[in-house]
Structures are given as structure tokens and as C-alpha cells.
């Protein structure tokens, strides 16, 4: 049982009426065998219990369901103050930011009932049906064990289980790389939680809703264009410190929120090392991505790619 929830259990900063929803239910659960921690079977069953009081209990108006916050993987520490972790708290689906070839992304508000804490959210679901997804299984997902043959049997034979079973590995794989960026202060945005296939993101653009710019959509030029390379150049020399290079890199996964550089759509990050091809993708990489920046009129003397992709292998302690 994670600490967060005998936070809740103290009936802390909850509204009344989620307050009223706990305690009536928890009346009605059997008084606890011990105090601490729960054993794995008590766990399971106070789980159980508390997603059908949720479900008996009628969602306030227009939300689309409760705060899912409590059910997956959380951020890492030390979380913004903006993520709101009152599991009183319901989810609004605002609508769609854009459909990926492998993922859709949605806007979420998530808000506390009776306070005016809101915070939105991107919402990224992996859909399990995709090709270009089984496509780039073969070079990423080889190789990463899976805990039973039954699962990786349902992966070979792409079951639909199967297929469930890669989405999750995919939403599983960007969470763990966008903790782990965001946590030494690479430009991402916060990895909120992950829940199966969807992961929540901060959401990075504006509070009407309007997602900040893929840097393909813009046209900076002069001053601004050499800005956003040098902080390209950081980004990338903070994933290579790590051993780590993007893997997907492309202008289409690069934003520009109010004027920074932010990179997202990490779950193919790939390790330098352990990879045996992490030196193509790491070369691949700065490759795409020079040739967008150069192509939009930056100097190629300060746009070198093979000068970067050796500066890039010196960080990663493989020169
Ligand atoms: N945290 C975020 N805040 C705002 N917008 C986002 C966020 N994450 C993703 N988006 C938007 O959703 C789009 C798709 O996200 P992402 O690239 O992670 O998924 P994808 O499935 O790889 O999509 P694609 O196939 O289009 O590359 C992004 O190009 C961006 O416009
Ligand atoms: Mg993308």
C-alpha cells in the first residue's frame, strides 16, 4: 500500500462529500487483522472495494469519471504542486488533441470538487491494432524480458492480448524514460502517472486548451532558430550523459512551449550501450533533426552533425 493512501485513509484535504463516500463504505469493510502495512491479499480486496464505492457513487456533473490517480504508477518525486493527488478529484475529457499513428492523445481536466484546483492534463493512449508500432517492436522491443513465456508467446503471436500486452510495454517503456529525463531536469513534460495504456502528461500549452506547437508547424528564424538549437544541443547532451539518445527524433516530436524546446514521445529511447545498434540511432537522430534545423536557414557551421554525434558519444563515455 502506497503512503499516499493512508493520507487518504486521514480524511486530509478531502471535500465533505468525499469524505461522506469513504467513510460510509469503509463502515461496512470488515475491521482490519492488523495495523501497518496490509498483506497483498487485503490490498487486493480494499482495491476492489473502493473502485465499486467509486462506481455506486454518482459522478459530479459533466465529469467523465473519477481521479484515476490512486490505480497506477505515479511521478517521480518531488511532484509539482499542480498535481492533484485528492482522489476526491474527477477527470473531464476535454477532447482531442491529436491521433497518433500508434497513440491518441486527449486533454483532460482534472479538478477537486468544491476547491478550485484544476490542472490539465494530456492524456496519451496507446492503441493496441497499430502497424508502424509492430513495425518498430523488432528493434526495441527485442530483447526486453517479459516475466512468463504465456506473455511472450501472446507478444510473438500478436494475440490480441498480445497486442494489449505491447501497448502496455509501450505506455510502460515512456513512463519509466520520462520519470527518469524529467528527474535530472531534461526538457519533458511531467510524467504524471501511467495506468495500463494511458499515460498523463502534463499538458503543455495554454489554459484555454491550446496545445503548444510541434516545432515542424513553426517557422523561427534567425536569433530564435540558433535559441532552440543550442537548446536541442543541452537536451540531447542531458539524454547522452544518461547513456540515452531520443530514438524517434524529428521536429514532430519536439514542442515549443511559450518559447522552450520540450521533447516528447520517448518510449523508444534507446540505451547507447545495451543496444547494439544505439550508435545508428543515436547518429540517425542528430542526422534528422540537423538537416530540419539547417534546412531553416541555421549556419551548418553550427549545425555539424558528425561534430555533435562524436561530442554526444564523448558524453556518453563511449568516445
Ligand atoms: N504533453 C503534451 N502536451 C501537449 N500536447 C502533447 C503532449 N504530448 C503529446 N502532445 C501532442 O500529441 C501529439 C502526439 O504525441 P506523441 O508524438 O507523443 O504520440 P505519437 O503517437 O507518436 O504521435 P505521432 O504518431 O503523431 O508522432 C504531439 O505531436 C503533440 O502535438
Ligand atoms: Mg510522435
Redesign the pocket.
Known amino acids: 500500500m502506497r503512503e499516499h493512501d493512508f493520507e487518504y485513509d486521514r480524511d486530509s484535504d478531502l471535500p465533505a462529500r468525499a469524505k461522506r463516500r469513504r467513510r460510509g463504505r469503509f463502515d461496512d469493510e470488515p475491521a482490519p487483522e492488523r495495523r501497518g502495512r496490509l498483506t497483498e491479499e487485503a490490498r487486493v480486496r480494499l482495491a476492489a472495494a473502493r473502485a465499486d464505492a467509486l462506481d455506486a457513487e454518482e459522478l459530479p456533473e459533466a465529469a467523465d469519471r473519477w481521479s484515476t490517480w490512486g490505480d497506477g504508477d505515479q511521478g517521480p518525486l518531488p511532484r509539482p504542486d499542480w498535481v492533484i493527488t485528492e482522489l476526491g478529484a474527477v477527470d473531464h475529457e476535454l477532447g482531442t488533441v491529436k491521433t497518433?499513428?500508434e497513440a491518441d492523445v486527449q486533454l483532460v481536466r482534472r479538478s477537486l470538487p468544491g476547491t478550485d484546483r484544476v490542472s490539465l492534463l494530456a492524456a496519451k493512449r496507446y492503441r493496441s491494432n497499430d502497424h508502424r508500432m509492430f513495425h518498430r517492436d523488432a528493434g526495441y522491443l527485442e530483447g526486453r524480458r517479459m516475466r512468463k513465456s504465456r506473455e511472450m508467446r501472446a507478444v510473438a503471436t500478436r494475440s490480441s492480448f498480445g497486442r494489449n500486452l505491447i501497448a502496455e510495454q509501450w505506455a510502460v517503456a515512456e513512463f519509466a524514460a520520462l520519470s527518469r529525463l524529467w528527474t535530472v531536469g531534461a526538457p519533458v513534460p511531467y510524467p504524471v502517472q501511467r495506468n495500463g495504456t494511458e499515460l498523463l502528461l502534463e499538458f503543455l500549452g495554454e489554459q484555454d486548451g491550446s496545445a503548444a506547437p510541434r516545432l515542424s508547424q513553426l517557422r523561427p528564424e534567425g536569433a530564435q532558430l540558433r535559441r532552440l538549437w543550442f537548446e536541442l544541443v543541452d537536451a540531447l547532451h542531458v539524454l547522452a550523459s544518461l547513456g540515452l539518445t531520443h530514438g524517434?527524433l524529428s521536429a514532430?516530436?519536439l514542442l515549443v512551449h511559450r518559447d522552450r524546446l520540450v521533447l516528447?514521445?520517448l518510449p523508444q529511447v534507446v540505451d547507447l550501450v545495451a543496444n547494439p545498434r544505439g550508435m545508428d540511432y543515436l547518429v540517425r537522430d542528430v542526422r534528422n533533426i540537423t538537416t530540419w534545423f539547417t534546412s531553416r536557414g541555421l549556419p551548418t557551421g553550427l549545425a555539424d552533425a558528425e561534430e555533435l554525434v562524436s561530442e554526444l558519444r564523448a558524453e556518453a563515455g563511449m568516445a
Do not use: A
Request: hydrophobic share 15%; aromatic share 14%; glycine share 14%.
Open positions: 497518433g499513428k524517434d514532430y516530436n516528447i514521445d
